[in-house]
């Protein structure tokens, strides 16, 4: 009897390397190929819209008395000014009073909609440290090749990008098949208040997205040991364990949360 289930264990391991080593020679890695895109131009107009966005000092205190409206409020006619067209053809609601969501209808309403996320707000200058800036934190100036101030990575960069690139599809007549949500919130780096008034909001009015994208990583070098090549950092919480990883979870409910702990996280490197 032993000797049988022997045989029959030792047929089986036969069997799975046997579909192992031929696996191994017959399939191709399912990697998908994707050719990399040109980086887009970057217009004099676009530099001057990110210099003057930095200039906003659309500041996150611990403590919330220090809130400037002013410079939201100035943020705002500002971004009203420089995407004339995004401001025409999209619908604005202010929500939670300084967050900004705005609705760019597309033509198959069939089609469930997304949702792109960036932030206002920035951290403060911390208490002590001013003097070791060696540029103005909120001039936007370039120097050495860089354009330098609070929000430059986190996250006027994301919020501009998203609006140079609406504005320009708009200008040549694009509209997107489906819906698309742009959701600035206003105090992303205190709790983000805003971003759950607007996932309470489109949860209200039964909207479900197809995805929602909120700022990533930066591409950085020489940052983890033993790579030397420039890495992207992606972080891609699944639907699922967003929502339970969510802080607001319970309020909001929806797959618009912040600071969920990822469960993948990916490491690319350029080639
Ligand atoms: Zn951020």
Same mark, same amino acid.
């Given at each position: 009897m032993i000797k049988k289930l022997f045989l029959y264990v030792l047929l089986a391991v036969v069997l799975l390397s046997a579909v192992l080593v031929i696996n191994t020679f017959t399939k191709t890695s399912a990697q998908m190929r994707v050719e990399a895109k040109p980086a887009p131009e970057i217009t004099a107009s676009a530099l001057q819209h990110f210099k003057e966005a930095l200039t906003f000092k659309t500041i996150s205190h #611990?403590?919330?008395?220090?809130?400037?409206?002013a410079q939201f409020l100035g943020f705002r006619n500002f971004l009203e000014r420089a995407y004339p067209n995004f401001h025409a053809k999209t619908t604005r609601e202010i929500v939670n009073g300084y967050t900004l969501l705005y609705t760019w209808k597309g033509k198959n309403p069939a089609l469930k909609p997304i949702v792109l996320m960036a932030h206002q707000d920035v951290v403060p200058?911390?208490? #002590?440290?001013?003097?070791?800036?060696?540029?103005?934190?909120? *001039?936007?100036e370039i120097r050495d090749g860089f354009i330098w101030g609070r929000g430059t990575t986190d996250d006027k960069i994301n919020l501009i990008s998203l609006l140079e690139a609406a504005e320009k599809l708009m200008q040549n007549n694009f509209q997107p098949e489906q819906t698309i949500y742009f959701s600035f919130g206003h105090d992303e780096e205190v709790g983000g208040s805003g971003a759950i008034a607007v996932a309470a909001l489109l949860k209200e009015r039964g909207v479900e997205a197809e995805f929602v994208m909120d700022e990533g990583g930066i591409i950085t070098s020489n940052q983890i040991p033993g790579i030397t090549k420039p890495v992207a950092l992606w972080v891609l919480p699944k639907k699922d364990s967003c929502l339970s990883d969510c802080r607001w979870k319970r309020q *909001?409910?929806?797959?618009?949360?912040?600071h969920q702990k990822p469960p993948l996280i990916f490491l690319q490197t350029q080639s």
């Open positions: #611990g403590d919330r008395n220090q809130f400037d409206s200058i911390e208490e #002590g440290t001013e003097s070791l800036w060696t540029v103005d934190p909120f *001039a936007g *909001a409910g929806t797959v618009l949360c912040q």
